[in-house]
């Protein structure tokens, strides 16, 4: 059984050309060949019907994946439509639940030290309803 491996592994190297030993030192790699050496046996032998079938093949497969692509971007629509309702309805929400307190003195304005300050807001005050 060794004796068939060794012979056959034998026979293998004679087929390939002596290039001597790799620079590397991996003698087991196999000399790589050029893409444009490479010849494509199912391609050029197939017949039309199966030349037709593959293109029948192919423009399902891309439908299919172009289905996939927009049923993922229906998805995101969706998600950003979502998220832009519920920031509008959350500033909504903010707007009702805030308390104000409006200053009629302008001079409490130079008196407030600048952290006070930087929390007081300008606001119509005509649509404020009175208690």
């Known amino acids: 059984m060794c004796s068939l491996i060794v012979n056959m592994i034998d026979m293998s190297d004679k087929n390939r050309s002596i290039r001597g030993q790799p620079k590397s030192g991996r003698f087991w790699k196999n000399q790589k060949t050029r893409f444009a050496t490479m010849?494509?046996?199912s391609g050029?032998?197939?017949?039309?019907e199966q030349k037709?079938?593959?293109?029948?093949?192919?423009?399902?497969?891309?439908?299919l994946s172009r289905e996939l692509i927009n049923q993922r971007n229906t998805v995101k629509e969706a998600r950003k439509l979502k998220r832009k309702?519920?920031?509008?309805?959350?500033?909504?929400?903010e707007l009702k639940s805030e308390v104000l307190q409006v200053i009629k003195n302008p001079t409490k304005l130079k008196r407030m030290k600048k952290k006070a300050l930087r929390a007081v807001q300008k606001r119509d005050t005509s649509n404020i309803k009175k208690h």
């Open 44 to 48: 050029l032998k197939s017949s039309f």
């Open 85 to 93: 309702e519920n920031l509008q309805r959350r500033k909504g929400n």
């Open 39 to 41: 010849k494509k046996s």
């Open 52 to 63: 037709q079938k593959f293109r029948e093949e192919l423009k399902s497969i891309k439908s």
